[in-house]
């Protein structure tokens, strides 16, 4: 390592500066091309002629297309370069995206968002194994942190935008439904565009950092990328990370966290809706979870950066989240129901960049892209249940709040897997 002073944290915010607005761009359109399908739910339904089951099934195969193509997707970033694979998510997704205001059957609803998942499949991961590229551990929980504001962000953002395009139904003589997958499919073209000739590859190449931080930046990294490698020098086999226990167990995590995570934002605006409040106030409603979120990912998460901190915190999110999604369904005034959710919402926000600062600390190289890959790959499993889960709730119960207890669920399964990996830490 480089023994010219070098002001780290200095370093570190350049880098922060010149990356993340275009990657958590990109995550936030992410968020806000997911989020779209439950405002669009509201009138495409009626339109398509299905059942609440019917469509939630549909729109959940977003997920297979994603599971099936991530570890592939992710590995092709790793040799072609987040640029270059990050623009050509962007442009096939957005596509597609597209191509859904045009749906005029179930099967064909059934196929794009199959398609849109394949297209979108690796972008999550692809940008985390990216920023491992760039940030030293010790960093790595803030800078997740910033990034996944990217996600609560987006939600909070989406509402309102969903919502207002859903009341524009006739304009230009299409149905607000239609509407939203447009103007929603656009900012992901020019997202990539923008990808593609501004987003650096690795610090090696780069001018924005002059040669005294560059030095230092490139030796920390590669003296972390020794550690892990001496610890791990036993096995050559790329694919073998996908049988990692500790691979495992934060894919299970991670599943846990997608099903709470997608229970909640899939079905909050039906949620809403039974309230009887118009498109536009069902939207800036949706937007105070995400924003209490984005407040909580500002000010709580850089501070659980080190050691076993990452850890302690999901316990407590884990604990706190499942309590306000049990007394959101106990409670039957829609004040107090939607305010518990609006608490309950911000803890499965905290849980996720203290999810993302731990496998780095094991994994570098293909190994580190294999397995964050394989991370979300079982996370898009929980997605899959998450929306289809508070969809049979919802059909088996007939009741809007029981739902909630999907979300509820998860969070005391993560306690309990938060739990069993932190006795194990003590053990070791």
């Known amino acids: ?42 009138q495409m339904m009626i339109d398509l002629h299905v059942s609440e089951t019917v469509f939630a099934s549909g729109a959940s195969l977003f997920f297979i297309g994603y599971m099936i193509f991530e570890i592939p997707s992710n590995l092709l970033l790793h040799k072609f370069g987040a640029s270059r694979w990050i623009a050509r998510i962007g442009i096939s997704w957005g596509i597609i995206t597209i191509l859904l205001a045009f749906t005029s059957s179930p099967l064909m609803f059934y ?67 239609q509407i939203i997958f447009l103007v929603t499919g656009i900012f992901p073209i020019i997202l990539a565009i923008l990808v593609f000739f501004f987003l650096p590859e690795r ?76 498109y536009t106030e069902n939207g800036f409603l949706n937007a105070i979870p ?48 939607f305010a518990l959710l609006s608490l309950g919402g911000p803890c499965i926000y905290i849980l996720l960049p203290c999810l993302w600062a731990l496998p780095s ?8 892209a294999v397995g964050i890959a394989t991370i979300t790959s079982v996370g898009g499993l929980g997605a899959f249940l998450g929306q289809n889960l508070v969809a049979w709730v919802r059909h088996w119960t007939g009741s809007a709040d029981l739902p909630m207890l999907v979300p509820a669920g998860a969070c005391l399964l993560l306690f309990f897997l938060v739990y069993n990996m932190i006795s194990s830490n003590r053990t070791q």
């Not at 968002?113 to 985390?128: D, T, V």
């Not at 934060?250 to 605006?269: D, E, Q």
């Not at 080190?306 to 302690?312: E, S």
């Open 203 to 278: 610090p090696e190449n780069q001018n924005f950092l002059n040669n005294i931080e560059k030095k230092w930046l490139i030796d920390t990294l590669a003296s972390e990328k020794e550690k892990v490698l001496q610890n791990d020098s036993q096995n050559t086999n790329v694919l073998s990370v996908i049988f990692d226990i500790r691979v495992i167990k934060l894919a299970i995590c991670f599943m846990l966290i997608s099903i709470a995570s997608y229970g909640l934002s899939y079905w909050l605006p039906s949620l809403v809706n039974e309230f009887g409040v118009g």
């Open 111 to 177: 196929i794009l968002r199959f398609l849109l998942g394949a297209a979108e499949a690796g972008l999550y991961p692809g940008i985390i194994y990216y920023l491992s590229l760039w940030f030293p551990a010790q960093h790595r929980v803030r800078m997740m942190g910033y990034f996944t504001l990217a996600s609560s962000v987006g939600n909070m953002l989406s509402g309102p935008i969903c919502g207002w395009l859903l009341s524009k139904h006739g304009f230009a003589s299409l149905a607000g439904w």
């Open 361 to 368: 600390r094991f994994l570098k190289d293909a190994k580190a």
């Open 290 to 337: 995400y924003f209490l979120a984005t407040l909580a990912l500002i000010f709580l998460v850089p501070a659980v950066r080190k050691g076993d901190r990452p850890l302690y915190a999901m316990l407590a999110a884990s604990v706190f989240g499942m309590m306000c999604f049990i007394l959101s369904v106990s409670i039957h005034n829609n004040a107090y129901r």
């Open 1 to 42: 390592m480089s023994d010219i002073p070098v002001d780290e944290l200095a370093v570190i915010n350049k880098v922060a500066r010149r990356l993340l607005p275009l990657v958590t761009a990109c995550y936030l359109g992410a968020y806000i091309d997911r989020q779209n399908i439950a405002f669009a739910k509201l």
